[in-house]
């Protein structure tokens, strides 16, 4: 069974930083394109980061560049999105997704809520 768990979303005041987590099991973790979402009330899914299968290419909405940084760690299935100087606009449910070729999985997603 296919199954992206994330964990480490929370409550942070503005300017505070979180790292989330995302463990992948039942695929072959390290062949598959990895990225981060979010969404908002309202608001539509969009992407935030991405990483490629052997974290030598990076990309990043522009709105957290330099705030934000996606890792992966294939020994242990997990990709890392590490969040530093938080903003009130970061409050979001945030999902992990692991892509290759057809084939497309998310999380469950973990809230993350910025607020003084």
């Known amino acids: 069974q296919v199954q992206l768990v994330e964990s480490g979303g929370g409550l942070v005041q503005p300017g505070g930083s979180l790292r989330l987590s995302c463990a992948g099991s039942g695929f072959t973790f390290s062949t598959h394109y990895l990225s981060w979402y979010r969404q908002a009330p309202g608001d539509k899914r969009e992407l935030i980061a991405g990483?490629?299968?052997?974290?030598?290419?990076?990309n990043y909405l522009d709105s957290v560049k330099g705030r934000f940084t996606i890792s992966r760690d294939n020994a242990k299935n997990t990709v890392y999105l590490q969040m530093n100087s938080l903003k009130p606009e970061d409050t979001a449910v945030y999902y992990c997704?692991?892509?290759?070729?057809?084939?497309?999985?998310w999380g469950q997603g973990t809230q993350v809520t910025v607020s003084s």
């Open positions: 990483i490629t299968t052997t974290g030598t290419s990076l």
């Open positions: 997704n692991a892509r290759a070729s057809i084939y497309e999985y």
